[in-house]
């Protein structure tokens, strides 16, 4: 069974820590940072990473390596600050890619 990790603020990812995921808190003034704890991740075999759409905005070279590998699924959430519209983009840019037209507008 894969593991799930949760990359984002202190206060948008401890919430997730209460229902058994790990949860990396991070800065978004330190991409590089990011950067890294994504790719570990990745390499220690975690099947989904959620990260925080703050956070994916400042490291989006880094998430579109994985947009063509099967894990780990890579799901963009918005943060208690509220949502940037960069998960639901993609999650329509993925359907569109799918079925051949957009049927979510």
Avoid: C, W
Avoid at 23 to 31: A, G, H, I, L, Y
Avoid at 36 to 44: F, P, S, W
């Amino acid at each position: 069974m894969h593991k799930i990790g949760v990359i984002g603020d202190k206060d948008s990812v401890l919430f997730f820590k209460a229902f058994g995921m790990d949860v990396f808190p991070v800065d978004e003034s330190e991409p590089d940072e990011n950067r890294k704890i994504v790719d570990m991740l990745a390499r220690d075999g975690y099947g989904i990473i959620f990260i925080t759409e703050q956070i994916a905005s400042t490291i989006s070279d880094t998430i579109d390596r994985y947009n063509n590998v099967i894990t780990p699924g890579i799901i963009l959430i918005p943060s208690n600050t509220g949502s940037l519209g960069i998960g639901l983009k993609r999650v329509s840019d993925n359907v569109e890619r799918a079925v051949g037209m957009n049927i979510l507008d």
